[in-house]
């Protein structure tokens, strides 16, 4: 079993920048994929970006040069760096890990853009 924990999300204003954080406990592999996924009022959830423990790097098209991920593999732990944030980015934003051939999402944390 893995657990996720994510944190950092709350409410900016447009333009402003957000962290989130993702710590990961368990029963973890040494080919484990972190993930970040969002999912937006009335909308499906989409990919964001993702990042091999060797730091091999994914992005999704959604948030165009915006987002940055990154992993610390020493905390189990992995990071969205949020910049130039618009309210069409309010969303739940997700974490998951892959490790081995299973799956595991955490809960979530909200990120609402807003003046």
């Known amino acids: 079993q893995v657990q996720l924990v994510e944190s950092g999300g709350g409410v900016v204003q447009p333009g402003g920048s957000l962290t989130l954080s993702c710590a990961a406990s368990g029963s973890i592999s040494g080919t484990s994929i972190m993930a970040w996924y969002r999912q937006g009022p009335g909308k499906q959830r989409e990919f964001i970006a993702q990042i091999t423990r060797g730091g091999y790097i994914n992005y999704g098209t959604s948030v165009e040069g915006r987002f940055t991920i990154s992993r610390d593999n020493a905390k189990n732990t992995v990071y969205l760096q949020m910049n130039s944030l618009k309210p069409e980015d309010t969303a739940v934003y997700y974490c998951?890990?892959?490790?081995?051939?299973?799956?595991?999402w955490g809960q979530g944390t909200q990120v609402t853009v807003s003046s």
């Open positions: 998951k890990i892959t490790t081995g051939v299973l799956e595991y």
